[in-house]
């Protein structure tokens, strides 16, 4: 794993980056970006897609973003790698981009896995933050969309699972720290 910058959020270069360091990832989330998790298998090779596969923000930050570090922490193995990854739109005639937004390393060793946990969880709150802000203004709890997220989703929709992630979700994700 490399140290060093997680995320760089320089609003000057664009607003609507997501740059992350660590995998050489430059990308820009829309709307129509789903999330999802896979495990890999190092030895096997086998992958599984975890949770319900590729899902909307909303869907993803309110019900697989804990269960997804509570599974990394909590489930011990050397030999696997959990990917937390975007899937962005195709842009034909290319396939979808695949962005990692994190590559969760596996141990054996909970203490281990705690202490990698501490930096995935401070690398995830730093992108999510930054991706809700492409699509959400919080000005002193004043909260409203910027930009249109998805056609077949109400804004509310949007809002409600930010007030999740803030206020509930991050505090649960952070409550796995403690051993």
Do not use: C
């Amino acid at each position: 794993m490399k140290e060093g910058t997680i995320v760089n959020t320089d609003q000057k270069v664009n607003t609507n980056k997501v740059i992350n360091d660590d995998y050489g990832t430059n990308w820009t989330p829309t709307g129509s970006t789903n999330y999802y998790a896979s495990k890999f298998h190092r030895k096997t090779k086998d992958r599984e897609i975890l949770f319900e596969g590729a899902t909307p923000l909303h869907e993803f930050i309110t019900n697989d973003l804990y269960e997804l570090f509570f599974k990394y922490i909590n489930e011990p193995s050397a030999n696997t790698v959990i990917n937390l990854t975007g899937l962005l739109p195709p842009k034909p005639p290319y396939r979808a981009d695949t962005p990692f937004i994190i590559k969760f390393i596996g141990s054996n060793n909970k203490k281990e896995r705690l202490k990698l946990a501490e930096y995935y969880i401070k690398s995830a709150f730093i992108q999510f933050d930054k991706i809700f802000s492409i699509f959400i203004k919080d000005t002193d709890g004043d909260i409203r969309t910027k930009i249109r997220y998805r056609s077949d989703t109400h804004k509310k929709v949007l809002i409600e699972s930010y007030k999740v992630y803030n206020n509930t979700i991050k505090t649960q994700i952070l409550n796995l720290l403690i051993d």
